[in-house]
């Protein structure tokens, strides 16, 4: 066996503390298929003296994470702090510069600063892995990166964020309402005091502008993800999908397009038959269609301390055997950057609804905008009162069509004085 890996190890979370409980716990069957074993020689959090519920003993402590990357006892440093600027990325920096690997599960980080990081990597000539970024525990970016390397992939699509379908998984079993159903998930610990990032789509945007960089070459552009969450989905569209055959699933979506990279993180109506609509909780699931592969389905926990741990310290084992290569599946100067492609002209079936005024001439008046926009309609329904203020709910399903036509009849009904609330749609996810 060889000597041992010596990992600086910055935050001691549910994620950093993780790693210190498993490399103790699997030290024999890690340091097996490592090669040599993996021993973490110096750490670095905000509180010292916190008790973290693992061992701690033997293990330098350093204030200032940055420090960790100066050391000549650490080979390789495992950032697992958070956030997309700050100390994290001082320490990424510091850690390449300084010519050593570096694992990180931040994936904020690397959606804002992916392919400075990459280039800086591969420039010094020493890896940068984030299994852990992505879907926690499952093997995905290995999946993408390594598995379907001789593939081209025209189409991605997932469940990125754990929180948000834990959140409409709740409301589709309770018939809760979205504001009740968040409540409990902070109670539960499955949703953050401030539960922006998840319930907006911004996690699960930062995971799929990594993803995409994986599958289609090109230089991670988070600022090119269009992300809507799930702060308007109420109960009754929970409801009117399960009567139409559907769920309601938060979907991150990236596919090669005319004109370019499209990228997309939006609830979407996804059919009981799909295998998507049975991923229940904080289950995460990535399909990735591949030319010769075929469809692909990646799924399993997207967080926790023991998922999430196992995807850095497998991170950890490819760095131990000496592993490196291109953190983005091509070298980071080939990474192409890919124009937005614009999501109008894609063509798709689509839930709409609508909560109007309860009175003659409402469902004309709809009829009209949708016929004007070009929209064929497939099914709809009324059903009232479906507010408290005595309005009524109009959900519609439409044929196949471009959303630019399902666009233009919302924006012609946003003004109505039918209408008692904004229009929502959704596509639905064939
Ligand atoms: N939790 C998950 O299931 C999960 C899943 C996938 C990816 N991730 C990613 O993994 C990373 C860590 O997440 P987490 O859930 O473990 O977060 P966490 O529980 O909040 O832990 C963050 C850790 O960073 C430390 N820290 C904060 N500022 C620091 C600084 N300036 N210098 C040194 N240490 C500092 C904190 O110290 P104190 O403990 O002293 O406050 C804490 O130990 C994030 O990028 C997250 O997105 C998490």
Redesign the pocket.
């Known amino acids: 066996m060889g000597e041992a890996l010596r990992v600086g190890l910055?935050?001691?979370?549910?994620?950093?503390a993780g790693v210190v409980r498993l490399l103790s716990d699997n030290a024999e069957p890690v340091a097996q298929r490592a090669g040599r074993p993996i021993h973490v020689v110096a750490a670095?959090?905000?509180?010292r003296t916190?008790d973290?519920g693992v061992d701690l003993d033997g293990i330098a402590w350093e204030d200032?994470?940055t420090a960790l990357a100066a050391r000549d006892d650490v080979d390789v440093v495992a950032e697992?702090?958070?956030?997309s600027d700050?100390?994290?990325l001082t320490l990424a920096r510091a850690t390449l510069a300084a010519g050593k690997p570096l694992i990180?599960?931040?994936?904020?980080?690397l959606a804002h600063h992916g392919f400075e990081l990459a280039r800086s990597a591969e420039g010094a000539g020493v890896a940068l892995r984030f299994e852990?970024?992505v879907a926690?525990g499952v093997p995905v970016i290995k999946g993408l990166r390594e598995g379907m390397a001789a593939n081209r992939i025209r189409h991605l699509f997932g469940i990125l964020n754990g929180t948000c379908n834990f959140i409409l998984s709740r409301m589709e079993a309770e018939g809760g309402g979205f504001a009740d159903v968040l409540a409990e998930a902070q109670a539960l610990g499955y949703a953050e005091a401030d539960p922006g990032f998840d319930i907006d789509g911004v996690d699960a945007a930062h995971k799929l502008a990594l993803l995409a960089a994986l599958a289609f070459g090109t230089r991670p552009a988070f600022g090119d993800v269009e992300a809507t969450g799930i702060r308007h989905v109420i109960a009754a569209d929970i409801a009117e999908a399960a009567a139409l055959g559907y769920r309601v699933r938060l979907v991150g979506v990236a596919e090669a397009a005319t004109g370019g990279l499209f990228q997309r993180v939006h609830p979407h109506l996804v059919p009981l038959s799909h295998p998507l609509a049975h991923v229940a909780g904080s289950t995460n699931a990535v399909v990735a269609e591949g030319d010769q592969a075929g469809r692909l389905l990646f799924q399993g926990a997207?967080?926790?301390?023991g998922?999430?741990a196992s995807a850095v310290v497998a991170d950890l084992i490819d760095v131990a055997r000496g592993q490196a290569g291109p953190v983005f599946a091509l070298p980071a100067d080939a990474l192409a950057e890919a124009t937005r492609a614009d999501g109008a002209e894609r063509r798709g079936r689509a839930y709409v609804r609508l909560t109007v005024q309860d009175r003659v001439g409402v469902l004309a008046e709809i009829a009209a905008a949708m016929r004007d926009a070009g929209v064929s309609i497939e099914t709809l329904v009324q059903r009232g009162p479906a507010t408290d203020e005595g309005g009524a709910l109009v959900a519609i399903v439409t044929h196949d069509g471009p959303e630019r036509c399902v666009a233009q009849a919302l924006e012609r009904l946003r003004g109505s004085q039918s209408l008692t609330d904004a229009p929502m749609w959704m596509p639905i996810l064939a």
């Open positions: 910055a935050g001691l979370g549910t994620v950093g670095s959090a905000r509180d916190r973290r200032d994470a697992l702090v958070g956030g700050g100390p994290a990180t599960a931040n994936k904020a980080m852990a970024a926690g997207g967080a926790g301390a998922p999430t």
